[in-house]
């Protein structure tokens, strides 16, 4: 291991029980928990945090003000914790907190937050990001959200929990995607999505609603009816959209409809993906 000091002061924090290799480059500064593992030509920066168990494996690079949760795995060429590719960046000081259990694949990249922003990028627990994609400056990812091959979430973007990201496609800075939202394969998401909804299509057209995650998740056939007849009111009922969610949350019963109305009511910097009416 060789130790990089860019003040004389500072010491690196290694525990005990953690397997650094000789090659791997750690620098001054950096703290490595209980069990974690770090491979050979891996860089790990200054201000980084590896949590119990980490595994950074050879050849990524984890910098910035960076704190890695228990568990996760970083893989080779991964760039974690780098600066924000925005050029209203000026070096403000910003984090990058990532969770638990996470499966950071093959050349993926996170940047850390900026101050026009909220200053940080959060990555929650138990996510997959696949080969290549990319999770952008304060953008806010929920648990168990898995992101397919070249997938991007761009800047400022909230991804709620249980969302899956196609390979190739994109989310556009600021877009909201609610919780257990599905995206299709090559689909540019430019407006916000309910949660459970379906998106497909080049430009992000919501289809209907994500009954296959449902079925898996165990949910009731009275949610599930409850959501298909919800769905068939904001595409068809009368008035706006907002008017026809405040409609359904004044008859629904379904927690799961709630959360629909709930977003959409919701504050939000973008417009809504719709059904076809």
């Known amino acids: 291991m060789r130790i990089h000091r860019n003040d004389g002061l500072a010491e690196v924090s290694i525990d005990p029980k953690a397997t650094v290799h000789e090659f791997a480059i750690v620098e001054a500064g950096a703290v490595i928990g209980p069990g974690a593992n770090v491979g050979p030509f891996s860089v ?50 910003t984090r990058l ?32 990001f696949m080969t290549g994609s990319h999770v952008a400056h304060d953008a806010q990812v929920g648990d168990r959200v898995i992101v397919a091959n070249q997938g991007a979430i761009a800047g400022h973007c909230v991804i709620e929990d249980d969302v899956i990201i196609g390979g190739l496609s994109g989310i556009h800075q600021w877009v909201r995607v609610g919780k ?14 309910i949660p459970y ?10 289809e209907g609603l994500n009954l296959v995650g449902l079925k898996r998740k165990g949910v009731s056939r009275e949610d599930i009816t409850a959501l298909r007849a919800a769905f068939q009111t904001l595409a068809q009922g009368e008035g706006t959209f907002q008017d026809r969610a405040r409609r359904l949350g004044d008859e629904t019963s379904s927690a799961y409809v709630r959360d629909i109305v709930e977003f959409i009511l919701g504050a939000s910097d973008r417009s809504y993906l719709t059904p076809e009416r």
Not at 70 to 87: C, K, R, S, Y
Not at 100 to 124: D, L, Q
Not at 180 to 193: E, H, L, Q, R, S
Request: aromatic content about 2%.
């Open 44 to 93: 790990i920066g200054p201000e980084v945090t590896l949590g119990e168990g980490v595994t950074v494996k050879s050849h990524a690079v984890v910098t910035g003000q960076t704190e890695v949760g228990d568990g996760t795995m970083i893989f080779p060429g991964a760039v974690v914790g780098e600066i924000p590719q925005d050029l209203k960046y000026k070096g403000e000081r």
């Open 97 to 128: 907190v990532v969770g638990k259990r996470n499966r950071i694949r093959e050349g993926v990249t996170m940047n850390t937050g900026t101050a026009g922003g909220v200053g940080v990028t959060r990555v929650g627990d138990d996510c997959l």
């Open 180 to 193: 257990g939202a599905i995206i299709g394969a090559v689909t540019m998401v430019t407006n916000d999505v």
């Open 197 to 206: 909804g379906l998106v497909q299509a080049p430009r992000g057209q919501l």
